[in-house]
Nanobody, 125 residues
Framework: QVQLVESGGGLVQAGGSLRLSCAAS????????MGWFRQAPGKEREFVAS????????YYEDSVKGRFFISRDNAKSTVYLQMNSLKPEDTAVYYC??????????????????WGQGTQVTVSS
């Protein structure tokens, strides 16, 4: 089993930045694909970004390209999401997810094996 714990969410003004962290425990996730998703009230959970096990491949949802950056530190079993130029429409609960034994990126919710509890990000206008 893998436990994922997100942190770093909060309230920020439009144009501001936040860095989310996702700490994994239970098993090493160095050979896991990792992803970030978000869910706004009344909407389905949507893909934000994914990173391959090595960190060499990254993939982003179109609306966050150039503003959000995913990275990982396998020595610390932690994945990060740096969010810049935040917009009110980025407001959501952000979730970290892990997919075992996949070298590449994964963009669909149903493929992930483990999920965190989420961290709230609120962007005020």
């Amino acid at each position: 089993q893998v436990q994922l714990v997100e942190s770093g969410g909060g309230l920020v003004q439009a144009g501001g930045s936040l860095r989310l962290s996702c700490a994994a425990s239970g098993r090493t996730v160095s050979n896991y694909s990792m992803g970030w998703f978000r869910q706004a009230p009344g909407k389905e959970r949507e893909f934000v970004a994914s990173i391959s096990w090595s960190g060499g491949t990254k993939y982003y949802e179109d609306s966050v390209k150039g503003r959000f950056f995913i990275s990982r530190d396998n020595a610390k079993s932690t994945v990060y999401l740096q969010m810049n130029s935040l917009k009110p429409e980025d407001t959501a609960v952000y979730y970290c997810a892990a997919k075992a034994k996949v070298m590449g990126v994964v963009t669909t919710t149903y493929e992930y094996d483990y999920w965190g509890q989420g961290t709230q990000v609120t962007v005020s206008s």
